[in-house]
């Protein structure tokens, strides 16, 4: 019944910015932590951003000061702006839900990122 759908995707140049969306429907808790995940090619995938329903973030090392991560709870929406982007970010990128008092997943279809020249 839950599902998510990213949004946003596409190929951008060296140094310019991009911004994901994902959509969650289906009826869910309040209480949950969203997060943005990506996987490059050949790589696993990593954990990039995460939100929790009262705002708190945090973020990869390597994202720190050029990408933010954002809700809106009351259009059960959130957002990843993604700025000085590099090649080394080129992956696709996923949106995780779960809820704080339970167990279980759920993921989008992911949306491809390429940052090349």
């Known amino acids: 019944q839950v599902q998510l759908e990213e949004s946003g995707g596409g190929l951008v140049q060296p140094g310019g910015s991009l911004r994901l969306s994902c959509a969650v429907s289906?009826?869910?808790?309040?209480?949950?932590?969203m997060g943005w995940y990506r996987q490059a090619p050949g790589k696993q995938r990593e954990l990039v951003a995460d939100?929790?329903?009262?705002?708190?973030?945090n973020y990869a090392d390597s994202v720190k000061g050029r990408f933010t991560i954002s809700r809106d709870n009351a259009k059960n929406m959130v957002y990843l702006q993604m700025n000085s982007l590099k090649p080394e970010d080129t992956a696709v990128y996923y949106c995780k839900m779960n809820f704080i008092f339970g167990s279980s997943e759920y993921w989008g279809q992911g949306t491809q990122v390429t940052v090349s020249s």
């Open positions: 289906g009826i869910t808790s309040r209480l949950n932590r």
């Open positions: 939100i929790i329903s009262g705002g708190a973030t």
